[in-house]
């Protein structure tokens, strides 16, 4: 019906079919983006692996009974909502239909949505497994996650989140060798970061100074501008979210916070000094850099206006900006004291990171610092001269496969040059040619495609060339 | 107001919290789980790699309109649909919705599901893509696809596939590669499979044979039960799906079809000796046969009554079982000649094939058959003795993760036995004690928790000892 609309009104377009495209805000990873994500993943599966981490995976779909109210309003409306199968719509009458809002209504059609990050399904799969468990649990999880929010430009609808969390341990030693996993990572990937670390009690203790509990977001909001707008203007927009000017007199010593680590630290003790829940957010910064000392290779910053979004942090803070790029964070994280509480498993402490994959995989590709060996895929490709040459050239590839080179055989026998290019456009950097001589000789032709140089070799010579050439 | 409902209606239990769990037919994979998998996944990938292939990956969603109307009208019926976000409803009136049926309106909602499969997304891939891909196109993709299907056992709602396909070339060395690729995956594995070939062609030209194009599939279900029912049985149903007497005759020499690939051959080629296009698919198999000459370890069978259920497939078909478990199909694929067509490019042929990981993992636990080096995870824990003594640990870890050993210091000072209790409980193989003496002496008291030997080393001895032992 719809097909025969078409048709009627639209005379002078010839009949085309479907049109492809994906959804908005979504992707399509080619071999080469595949070959870089993967230099990613790995590297930070790698890290993980190397201090402990086991990995684990959630499904795609949660109940919303797990995902609603844990993002906040706003996020409640990022969730994509999965449609009941079949009769969705048998318990909600047209009346109904007509008088409900879309959200509630959602909630009558829908049971399921997509994960929205990886920290609530970790919560829910901490407290529905608790008993198989051993704790302290140390996870990681590499998954791609959803949100409906409007694409721009690096910001999708589904990309990836690398978290590692622990919980059931207290232990401010888990921050210090998550700080050193960070560091770990990015000196592996060469990128150059700050790590900045913050502690909610810190933030709390500000609040609880000045009587102003509920503005603390307010107040880091304002602080963190200081470098772009100056402290007057700092403190216009202090006034301007309702704090007085005792209030704002009072956080001066704060906002003009300046030098080291440790003078920061001592300023901030002489002003928190009444506060307990700040001491001991100054306790806890200090110990976590005590105890990393000197061993990171990317400095550390102490930066009382590092919030971050979240409001289920509880202890430190941390977030990790590049030097060399203008992109925001592309790492975070923090401890919260009781994320598994809504599921009915209170008391439990956690403390996690998450790398932004899609940020870090922009990062490398604007400082162009892939390793060359990312995207080496074939090694060797047998040129096919035709139907016994080519059956020849099959169980030649056989041995060239057990010896572990990734070896093609061109499964048509089209021109010499077409099979060229082809090597060429995958940057295949061996070709072997083997004719009807090379067969009777029981030889083979060696193209190196970078150097050009060819030569006659056995196979076993050919192997040897590749391995050492390749170092595969 | 549904909790007050709940409160006033349950005095009598406890309020608890919110409940936990994943929707049916989705599964947790908790750390055991993950090392198996990805042991499943990495030994696919690499044989894939050593072939040729290339990975890609595609959105967990994709338009509807990609999707809808590709598997069937049952197909159609299991497909997860996303509900479109924010105002959903504002293009359907009350009216509208009352009178409209759930698969319509459904349509109305939403303009997004999930991936069913890999194939029909590659498909989609390739023509949006045409202009940048080189052919023929190599690739593989491993994600997951959702099913709305009910689920049971065995049978899942989100499953991962691992497809590999070529497209773009005709020669059937691709046919003959995707068959070595097979044997070597499973021999890797250690299953003891048999590979069935079958030729769509071949089915066509039975069916034109008798005159009965439209009852191949009735034909060949039929045909598949004659071990279990029977010659009589198997001539009944195809009188009872419509077969005259003499089409039935014609059969015989066919559903009798015995002995070696040769054999059945011989048979088949002089039944179908007047069928073109049957011809064609006994040239296809024999090609496919004699390339692979004795080169595969698992037995490959020539078998008829393979029809799978896709029909898109237009040439070769294969499907494996493992011989040792029962479980059905366990790897399957074949050729189509114009899957891309529907999408506005005709003409492309591909050969495809794709993995059931689910069933494989399935079979691996069965037989018992992980590598012991599958579930490695962390090689040594330090125990934590206190504040001075961990501090200590972390600079000795740092030197441990430095050298390759996966290394956990335990992050809280608690009770010896919890903590030996831990490292036990992980499989943990090595347990260094640093305590106050060793810590004046520079050296490490390593446990090993296999053997129950402890020895008083170097950091440089555990080093050594851990790497010769645990072969990193």
């Known amino acids: 019906?719809?097909?025969?609309?078409?048709?009627?009104?639209?005379?002078?377009?010839?009949?085309?079919?479907?049109?492809?495209?994906?959804?908005?805000?979504?992707?399509?990873?080619?071999?080469?983006?595949?070959?870089?994500?993967?230099?990613?993943?790995?590297?930070?599966?790698?890290?993980?692996?190397?201090?402990?981490?086991?990995?684990?995976?959630?499904?795609?779909?949660?109940?919303?009974?797990?995902?609603?109210?844990?993002?906040?309003?706003?996020?409640?409306?990022?969730?994509?909502?999965?449609?009941?199968?079949?009769?969705?719509?048998?318990?909600?009458?047209?009346?109904?239909?007509?008088?409900?809002?879309?959200?509630?209504?959602?909630?009558?059609?829908?049971?399921?949505?997509?994960?929205?990050?990886?920290?609530?399904?970790?919560?829910?799969?901490?407290?529905?497994?608790?008993?198989?468990?051993?704790?302290?649990?140390?996870?990681?999880?590499?998954?791609?996650?959803?949100?409906?929010?409007?694409?721009?430009?690096?910001?999708?609808?589904?990309?990836?989140?690398?978290?590692?969390?622990?919980?059931?341990?207290?232990?401010?030693?888990?921050?210090?060798?998550?700080?050193?996993?960070?560091?770990?990572?990015?000196?592996?990937?060469?990128?150059?970061?700050?790590?900045?670390?913050?502690?909610?009690?810190?933030l709390s203790g500000m609040a609880e100074l000045i009587g102003a509990a509920d503005k603390i977001v307010d107040i880091t909001v304002a602080i963190d501008k200081l470098d772009k707008i100056g402290i007057d203007k700092v403190n216009e927009e202090l006034a301007s979210v309702g704090l007085s000017e005792v209030q704002i007199r009072m956080l001066q010593p704060i906002i003009a916070l300046s030098g080291t680590n440790a003078e920061k630290m001592a300023v901030l003790r002489n002003v928190l000094t009444d506060s307990e829940v700040g001491r001991k957010g100054c306790d806890e910064i200090e110990f976590v850099l005590d105890k990393l000392g000197d061993t990171l290779r990317n400095p550390i910053e102490f930066d009382l206006t590092l919030a971050r979004g979240l409001n289920y942090y509880t202890g430190c803070i941390f977030e990790v900006k590049a030097l060399d790029v203008e992109i925001g964070s592309i790492t975070g994280g923090g401890r919260y004291d009781n994320l598994t509480g809504i599921f009915g498993l209170p008391g439990l402490s956690g403390v996690g990171i998450s790398f932004g994959a899609d940020r870090i995989y922009d990062v490398l590709n604007q400082l162009d610092l892939y390793p060359a060996a990312t995207c080496a895929g074939v090694d060797l490709l047998f040129i096919n001269f035709g139907v016994s040459e080519s059956a020849h050239c099959l169980s030649l590839a056989r041995e060239t496969r057990a010896a572990g080179i990734a070896t093609e055989v061109y499964p048509d026998a089209v021109k010499m040059k077409k099979q060229m290019n082809y090597a060429n456009a995958r940057n295949i950097p061996f070709v072997a040619l083997v004719g009807e001589s090379e067969m009777q000789e029981g030889r083979i032709s060696l193209k190196n495609m970078i150097t050009g140089e060819q030569r006659n070799l056995t196979l076993e010579e050919v192997i040897n060339c590749i391995i050492h050439t390749s170092a595969i």
């Open 1 to 202: 019906m719809s097909a025969f609309l078409f048709f009627s009104l639209s005379k002078h377009i010839t009949p085309v079919a479907q049109k492809t495209g994906i959804p908005k805000g979504t992707r399509d990873f080619g071999t080469v983006e595949m070959a870089r994500r993967n230099y990613i993943f790995d590297t930070i599966r790698s890290v993980y692996r190397l201090y402990g981490f086991s990995q684990i995976e959630t499904p795609a779909m949660e109940n919303l009974s797990t995902l609603m109210g844990k993002y906040g309003e706003e996020g409640d409306k990022l969730l994509f909502k999965i449609l009941n199968s079949g009769d969705f719509k048998r318990s909600v009458s047209a009346v109904q239909y007509e008088e409900t809002a879309p959200a509630a209504l959602a909630a009558r059609f829908c049971e399921k949505g997509l994960r929205y990050d990886l920290t609530v399904p970790f919560a829910r799969y901490v407290v529905q497994h608790r008993d198989e468990l051993q704790m302290p649990f140390k996870r990681y999880q590499i998954q791609p996650v959803w949100r409906a929010d409007r694409p721009q430009k690096g910001r999708y609808r589904e990309f990836y989140q690398c978290d590692a969390d622990v919980v059931g341990s207290d232990s401010l030693l888990n921050e210090v060798e998550l700080m050193q996993i960070i560091d770990e990572v990015f000196t592996r990937f060469g990128i150059r970061v700050c790590i900045k670390i913050n502690n909610r009690k810190v």
